[in-house]
């Protein structure tokens, strides 16, 4: 119960801080879990074991991969996915490897299978995020330049 109320999700630790009562109010007791959880819960009357990175975890039959290794303290790297959406897999970088499936499947739309065995942390899964990171790495510094400019803009704006 202690961890309950010192965890991050019971606000920030400062005492005067509203982030606390906010996400009190939020979740109706004193305890909110804002883990993002990369895609939306499932239920099912059938649950499904498996193994990821070693570990065991049973979860609703047609949860995500991605949601099942969150579930079991393993986090994949993501930047489509949110548990409040379905999940669409774009970003291609929750990529991980399923024991007996060929290729990369993304975490966010691979739905758990029972005896499945996943690895979400190999030498070639890191060489893959890199790569489709530098894929990206133009858009980002291109969108990321003018902003503060923006901002600056803005300030300039209000003060005037
Ligand atoms: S998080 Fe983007 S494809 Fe899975």
């Not at 009190?24 to 239920?43: E, I, L, S, V, W």
């Not at 609703?60 to 994949?76: C, D, K, L, Q």
């Not at 669409?88 to 990369?104: A, H, Q, T, W």
Request: aromatic share 4%; proline share 6%; net charge neutral.
């Amino acid at each position: 119960m202690s961890d309950m109320l010192n965890s991050p999700a019971g606000g920030c630790g400062s005492g005067n801080c509203a982030c606390k009562s906010q996400a009190q109010a939020r979740a109706g007791n004193a305890y909110f879990d804002d883990t993002d959880y990369g895609t939306p819960a499932r239920h099912a009357d059938v649950d499904v074991t498996l193994e990821i990175d070693g570990q065991s975890v049973t979860v609703p039959a047609g949860t995500s991969v991605m949601r099942a290794a969150i579930e079991a303290g393993v986090n994949v790297p993501k930047l489509c996915a949110t548990d409040s959406l379905e999940p669409f897999g774009s970003c291609r970088l929750c990529l991980v490897e399923i024991e007996g499936k060929r290729g990369y499947p993304a975490s966010c739309t691979t739905p758990v299978e029972a005896g499945m065995k996943v690895r979400t942390q190999t030498d070639r899964l890191q060489s893959l995020r890199r790569n489709v990171m530098e894929l990206y790495s133009p858009i980002i510094r291109s969108t990321a330049s003018p902003a503060p400019r923006t901002a600056t803009a803005n300030c300039r704006t209000w003060r005037a």
